[in-house]
Structure formats: structure tokens, C-alpha cells
């Protein structure tokens, strides 16, 4: 059985594998927004962002001078969809994990485990 098997994973485990997929998801979504942002923010008051929601659709837009140069934008469904089913799915792989690791033990160290509880 490996080191990272989900059978071994305890919930914490579980709530730090969600918050590293969200970390990561961030980081690839709005990454490619943070110069244009620390440009914008740094151009002496010539710099403008903003993020807007409007007919179910999230968009964030950064300019420059009256310039955009970031603008990116996401269904809400689609947000939603990217916060919720990855994690969803880690779960259910892990229940499932954890359920056939109990099937699989031997009656002996079901017993034993009984006794030490």
C-alpha cells in the first residue's frame, strides 16, 4: 500500500487536498492577470480593475490608460461546475477507498481493531 493510497487519508487530508485544488485552480485562472493587475495599480492612478457579474457570466477586466490589456471572462455555471465536482469526486473516491479497504482486511485485525477501540 502506497504512502499517498486513499485508504490512508484521514479528512484533514481530505480538506487539504480540496484547498490545494482551489489554490491551484486560482493560480491557473487569474495567474495570467496579476502583472496586468500590479501594472494597472502601479501606474499612478491611470489604471482601472474591475470585476463584474451581469447575466450569469463573471468577468474581470484590467486597463491600462484606457487600454485593456486583461479581460477574461466565465460562465457562472461553469464556476461553479470547476469549484464543486473535482472536489466532489476526490470524496467519492475516497469513501470508495476507504470501503474496500475495510472489505479487503482480514476478519482477525477487524476483531483486533474492535478490541483496541
Request: charged share 10%.
Given at each position: 500500500?502506497?504512502?499517498?493510497?486513499?485508504?490512508?487519508?484521514?479528512?484533514?487530508?481530505?480538506?487539504?487536498?480540496?484547498?490545494?485544488?482551489?489554490?491551484?485552480?486560482?493560480?491557473?485562472?487569474?495567474?495570467?492577470?496579476?502583472?496586468?493587475?500590479?501594472?494597472?495599480?502601479?501606474?499612478g492612478g491611470h489604471g482601472e480593475v474591475s470585476a463584474n457579474f451581469g447575466n450569469g457570466v463573471?468577468?474581470?477586466?484590467?486597463?491600462?490608460?484606457?487600454?485593456?490589456?486583461?479581460?477574461?471572462?466565465?460562465?457562472?455555471?461553469?464556476?461553479?461546475?470547476?469549484?464543486?465536482?473535482?472536489?466532489?469526486?476526490?470524496?467519492?473516491?475516497?469513501?470508495?477507498?476507504?470501503?474496500?479497504?475495510a472489505r479487503t482486511r482480514k476478519p482477525v485485525e477487524r476483531r483486533q481493531a474492535s478490541r483496541?477501540?
Open positions: 500500500m502506497s504512502l499517498f493510497s486513499l485508504s490512508r487519508w484521514r479528512p484533514v487530508h481530505l480538506l487539504a487536498s480540496w484547498v490545494a485544488y482551489w489554490v491551484a485552480l486560482l493560480l491557473v485562472t487569474l495567474g495570467p492577470a496579476i502583472p496586468a493587475v500590479l501594472r494597472a495599480t502601479r501606474s463573471l468577468s474581470f477586466v484590467v486597463k491600462e490608460a484606457g487600454r485593456t490589456t486583461f479581460s477574461g471572462s466565465v460562465p457562472m455555471l461553469t464556476a461553479a461546475l470547476w469549484l464543486a465536482v473535482p472536489p466532489l469526486v476526490i470524496w467519492t473516491l475516497w469513501l470508495y477507498a476507504r470501503g474496500t479497504e483496541v477501540q
